[in-house]
């Protein structure tokens, strides 16, 4: 832990590991608020941004329970008036991200994600239904906050309460959470820690070194079921352990349910299960959800494991070294990870020896094969969080070698060229992905304005 804290520049963090339902690990590090050194405790509060999504997903399969959910069910079922184009949409393919819905983030104060300068809740809910639909839903994977603020929307009238007081009795009430509540940047809570980023820009100019700042975010309550919730590694664990001993959902099927993933209409797997990410590995497979790239809690279920990782750093990524962690407790774990096998081997020998390291891999394990998303989801968090676009670069250049036929590793590919300053190189990339997928929409925007 002391490595990762060094090497990702990490102010604060927890850890709590969960093994055989029991809490069997529980660490504080580093400061909470940086000004004046407060340390972290491990009844420090911190944001949790989107692992918000995992309890909506148990509130829905809780409504499922109760039998005032099908999950196959058309959104129109349960909310009235909403635009012709989305009422098709199921509530399993609002959870899995695949509902091709525009999502409301575009809408919202780019710096704050907030309602300043903006309108209203509902005035921006109105303005983003006139919004087209971005692709013919169950076609495409798009994660989209839209989802999960029409998911809270039919949680608030079916529970007959705000979500808010349903998640608190039905979840934090329930496994014990003290902790744990819904807030942002703009709220007074007891005992939570300051949030803080690395910037090497601000107001508009570069800085020429980095420099650690306050990250400052807002929530707005429409939307809070997708990223609204502060807690502690602690209540995280607590929480996990009564979902696993049927405290939160009464019956072993619907746990399954939750944990399965959805399916686009070709038939395929969606990455996305019901509020969590399916990691299909051999023997250890994972069941994770992330947020704001400072929080991370993965479920092994096959293992009786499960870990919480929480700091107040966005860009550290905690969920880089879950795994690694993980091999504490079960050291096979770490090696069935693709990802984690191939990160290390390139921090060791260099990026630049990616096709080699990739070929020697397979070679010593012809099971070893990182999927698309996994490889896809590295490389944006090296490129955007990490500031380091030459590695992501050779990341995406592996996804183009692994997955030829994919329009979305050529399209990631370009982003990355881009960033590298390769323009040309970027527009093939671009155009290689908008022949692939001619619904690629947001490749055609970036080839528009690249080429003028």
């Not at 809570?189 to 975010?217: F, W």
């Not at 881009?418 to 619904?439: C, F, H, T, W």
Request: charged letters at 20%.
């Amino acid at each position: 832990m002391q490595k990762q804290i060094k090497e990702r520049r990490i102010t604060g963090l927890q850890v709590a590991v969960v093994q055989h339902g029991k809490l069997v690990l529980s660490k504080s590090y580093g400061t909470a608020n940086v000004q004046d050194a407060v340390p972290v405790t491990n009844r420090s509060i911190f944001p949790i941004n989107s692992c918000t999504k995992a309890f909506t997903g148990v509130a829905i399969m809780q409504l499922v329970e109760e039998g005032k959910v099908d999950l196959s069910a058309p959104v129109s079922r349960y909310l009235d008036g909403l635009p012709q184009a989305w009422q098709p949409v199921t509530i399993r393919q609002l959870l899995t991200h695949v509902s091709g819905l525009p999502d409301i983030n575009r809408l919202l104060n780019p710096g704050t994600y907030g309602l300043q300068g903006v309108g209203t809740e509902e005035a921006t809910f109105a303005k983003i239904q006139a919004f087209p639909m971005d692709f013919a839903t169950g076609t495409q994977f798009s994660y989209n906050q839209t989802n999960y603020l029409l998911l809270g929307k039919i949680i608030d009238k079916l529970q007959g309460k705000p979500f808010a007081q349903v998640f608190q009795e039905k979840q934090f009430d329930v496994a014990g959470m003290p902790g744990t509540g819904f807030g942002d940047s703009r709220d007074i809570i007891p005992g939570m820690v300051q949030s803080y980023r690395y910037v090497t820009n601000l107001d508009g100019k570069p800085l020429g070194k980095e420099k650690l700042i306050i990250n400052y975010a807002e929530f707005p309550p429409m939307r809070r079921t997708a990223s609204g919730m502060n807690s502690t590694a602690e209540d995280m664990a607590r929480w996990i352990i009564a979902l696993q001993q049927g405290k939160l959902l009464i019956k072993k099927e619907t746990l399954k349910t939750l944990w399965t993933t959805g399916t686009y209409n070709d038939g395929k797997p969606t990455q996305w299960a019901l509020g969590w990410v399916l990691k299909p590995r051999p023997v250890h497979d994972a069941m994770v959800i992330t947020g704001g790239g400072r929080s991370a809690m993965f479920v092994y279920p096959n293992d009786d494991l499960a870990i919480v990782a929480l700091t107040n750093i966005a860009g550290s990524y905690p969920e880089e070294f879950v795994d690694e962690l993980a091999g504490f407790f079960n050291p096979s774990i770490p090696a069935s990870d693709p990802i984690t096998a191939l990160r290390m081997q390139l921090e060791k020998r260099g990026f630049d020896q990616a096709p080699t390291i990739f070929t020697d891999l397979k070679r010593t394990n012809p099971a070893f094969q990182p999927t698309e998303n996994d490889l896809n989801d590295w490389g944006y968090r090296l490129m955007n969080g990490q500031e380091k676009p030459k590695e992501a670069l050779e990341v995406f250049k592996l996804v183009v070698k692994q997955y030829p036929d994919s329009w979305n590793a050529y399209d990631s590919l370009g982003d990355a060229l881009l960033r590298n300053g390769e323009k040309a190189q970027a527009i093939s990339m671009y155009q290689k992905s908008v022949a692939l997928n001619p619904d690629n929409h947001d490749g055609k925007k970036v080839l528009e304005r690249i080429m003028k």
